[in-house]
């Protein structure tokens, strides 16, 4: 006889699923979508989560790979991720219509790299130099910020300037940027100014999920593999030393999984759509009932 997972209690964190930038940016592009004003193009994806990007091609949204795709008239989407400046200025020459759907915290970073640029810092910029987040704010000071991906490689780094200005990938942890700065400290490397600017909702769900591990017997984060902020809260669940599992579908969702769990904790990243949530937990009622 088989024997099935005993019925667990599910517990779903209160900030799991969409972040206000994201929201914002579903908002606007689903308002073009319903307009058919024009057809709607952007250039990667909206956010990194294949089932919502797939959901809005059903809608009308046309995904392409450069400005030179997109004809006249058409209209081109800033995703949440921002984008580099080149390609604005492209678009702007092109005179399309420009929808700007960019988070505004990753506005806010790019600002603060344009700021501490005009002052005359040297810029480090901590997080992933392969993330569209970066290559977008990077490209706005003309590729000058230096990319700290680990905190071992500030003492490789030469400086030029008195001063360095410190920022953050929206979606990495606090502690991460508090380890480079440390570091930057620590080696004696001129003048350091930070400014934090990792997303608010970010933060609250790494503490949240922190907290939650804790308290349950096994996690299950649900998200796009590809997404940098889902990825950092299956990384603090795990650090927990709580069985946690990353996933995309329901259908990845493997009983054994469940097995003697009393608790069951639920999380998702701030680009994961909450219909998605809805049938994560559904299924998982039925595994374990």
Request: aromatic residues 4%.
């Amino acid at each position: 006889m088989e024997n099935k997972p005993q019925k667990a209690e599910i517990i779903i964190a209160e900030h799991a699923g969409f972040c206000f930038g994201v929201r914002r940016a579903m908002e606007l592009v689903e308002k073009c979508l319903a307009e058919k004003r024009k057809p709607v193009y952007i250039i990667g994806s909206l956010v990194h989560n294949d089932q919502v990007m797939e959901k809005l091609k059903q809608q009308g949204l046309s995904k392409v790979a450069s400005v030179a795709e997109i004809p006249d008239g058409g209209i081109l989407i800033i995703r949440s991720h921002g984008i580099a400046k080149e390609v604005i200025d492209e678009a702007r020459a092109r005179q399309l219509e420009i929808v700007d759907a960019t988070c505004p915290f990753v506005s806010k970073a790019r600002i603060v790299a344009e700021n501490f640029q005009h002052k005359g810092y040297d810029v480090v910029i901590c997080g992933d130099a392969q993330h569209a987040e970066i290559k977008g704010i990077n490209s706005w000071i003309g590729n000058a910020g230096k990319i700290v991906g680990s905190p071992e490689e500030v003492a490789q780094m030469e400086f030029e300037k008195n001063v360095i200005g410190v920022l953050s990938q929206t979606t990495y942890k606090l502690s991460f940027l508090q380890e480079v700065v440390g570091q930057l400290l620590a080696s004696g490397k001129k003048h350091v100014i930070v400014e934090n600017t990792i997303c608010s909702d970010s933060s609250t769900k790494q503490k949240e999920i922190k907290e939650l591990a804790q308290s349950v017997d096994v996690v299950v984060v649900v998200g796009g593999k590809s997404s940098s902020n889902t990825n950092k809260l299956a990384e603090i669940s795990r650090a927990v030393g709580t069985p946690t599992y990353h996933i995309e579908t329901k259908e990845e969702l493997q009983p054994v999984w469940f097995a003697g769990a009393e608790k069951i904790g639920i999380t998702a990243g701030a680009s994961t759509a909450q219909f998605l949530v809805a049938e994560v937990v559904a299924e998982i009622r039925k595994l374990t009932s």
